[in-house]
């Protein structure tokens, strides 16, 4: 196969590219994180970041973990920014390589803040991010006429990692649709937040689990038994909860499943309830 033609922007010495490298399929990578991977004096990669993606940077390519996966002991965010810095001082090509996209809910913004402090010039290359790519890799749609025009995305816990400095009511309020990062943990006060803000108790509710790589698995329920039925599965995180009617699309739309021999619905919209909202 003929190499395909890489859009090769420079990627001077002694800069950081702050890149995002997707939810875990090689394939959902960008053309320019493809080249970063494959140019980079050092590469330094978050947890989040999947082998299948980390393999198409050279094998002697130095790599350094930042990984933060609550719970276990990890670098400090200051201490990470602060490597980056010292790497590119070092006159390196810095990679540095983060789950999702990096201006979404992964503290890119504070290590961009850094490098700007530091006078440390860099490139932010975006990436598809969990929110987004794990829902259609599930074979939900973000948005879809018949049910929503509005979408939040939120993360399942605030600064303090609770969750109580989030306005639930008023994301009750919100979007029809609501996409949660991070919100294994608190699923159960979650729920019951949405629930005292309006949210029906049979509304939908799909976790998405390792989006996109080949463990990826799908829960399907709905708000009021949700975070029972996740403590009764062996549904590990990452994973993306998505609350909403979108969440009835997937019997028509689950195409990963289809290819696995599901037999889709061709007309799933016959179950959603329509958005009226215009
Ligand atoms: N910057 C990342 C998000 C980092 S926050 C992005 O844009 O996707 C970490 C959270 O992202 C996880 O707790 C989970 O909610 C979500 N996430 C990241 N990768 C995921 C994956 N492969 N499958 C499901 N959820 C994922």
């Given at each position: 196969?003929?190499?395909?033609?890489?859009p090769k922007?420079?990627?001077?010495?002694?800069?950081?590219?702050?890149?995002?490298?997707?939810?875990?399929?090689a394939?959902?990578l960008?053309?320019?994180?493809?080249?970063?991977?494959?140019?980079?004096?050092?590469?330094?990669?978050?947890?989040?970041?999947?082998?299948?993606?980390l393999?198409?940077?050279?094998?002697?390519?130095?790599?350094e973990?930042?990984?933060?996966?609550?719970?276990?002991?990890?670098?400090?965010?200051?201490?990470i920014?602060?490597?980056?810095?010292?790497l590119?001082?070092?006159?390196?090509?810095?990679?540095?390589?983060?789950?999702?996209?990096?201006?979404?809910?992964?503290?890119?913004?504070?290590?961009?803040?850094?490098?700007?402090r530091?006078?440390i010039?860099?490139?932010?290359?975006?990436?598809v991010?969990?929110?987004?790519?794990?829902?259609?890799y599930?074979?939900i749609?973000?948005?879809?006429?018949?049910?929503n025009?509005?979408?939040?995305?939120?993360?399942?816990?605030?600064?303090t990692?609770?969750?109580t400095?989030?306005?639930?009511?008023?994301?009750?309020k919100g979007?029809?649709?609501?996409?949660?990062?991070?919100?294994i943990k608190?699923?159960?006060?979650i729920?019951?937040?949405?629930?005292?803000?309006?949210?029906?108790?049979?509304?939908?509710?799909?976790?998405?689990?390792?989006?996109?790589?080949?463990?990826?698995?799908?829960?399907e329920?709905?708000l009021?038994?949700?975070?029972a039925?996740?403590?009764?599965?062996?549904l590990?995180?990452?994973?993306?909860?998505?609350?909403?009617?979108?969440?009835k699309?997937?019997?028509?739309?689950d195409?990963?499943?289809?290819s696995?021999?599901?037999?889709?619905?061709?007309?799933?919209?016959?179950?959603?309830?329509?958005?009226?909202?215009?």
């Open positions: 196969m003929n190499e395909p033609l890489l922007v420079d990627f001077p010495p002694g800069s950081v590219w702050l890149t995002g490298a997707g939810p875990g399929d394939g959902l960008t053309l320019h994180a493809l080249h970063g991977l494959r140019s980079a004096d050092v590469i330094v990669y978050d947890a989040l970041v999947s082998d299948d993606v393999a198409l940077a050279p094998g002697d390519t130095p790599r973990y930042a990984g933060k996966r609550g719970g276990k002991p990890s670098p400090k965010q200051a201490d920014s602060l490597r980056l810095v010292q590119a001082r070092q006159g390196k090509r810095v990679l540095r390589l983060k789950g999702g996209d990096p201006f979404v809910f992964g503290r890119g913004g504070e290590e961009a803040l850094t490098l700007v530091e006078g010039p860099f490139r932010v290359i975006p990436g991010t969990a929110g987004i790519g794990g829902l259609a599930a074979g749609p973000l948005t879809h006429r018949d049910t025009h509005a979408v939040t995305m939120i993360t399942g816990h605030d600064a990692g609770d969750v400095g989030i306005d639930w009511k008023a994301v009750a979007a029809p649709v609501l996409v949660i990062y991070m919100a608190h699923l159960e006060r729920a019951v937040e949405l629930m005292a803000g309006g949210r029906s108790p049979d509304e939908p509710v799909a976790l998405v689990s390792n989006a996109s790589t080949p463990d990826q698995r799908v829960l329920t709905v009021s038994r949700c975070a039925d996740v403590e009764a599965s062996d590990k995180p990452p994973a993306i909860v998505v609350v909403g009617e979108v969440v699309l997937r019997c028509g739309l195409w990963l499943g289809a696995a021999g599901r037999i889709l619905d061709p007309d799933p919209l016959s179950r959603v309830r329509r958005d009226e909202t215009g």
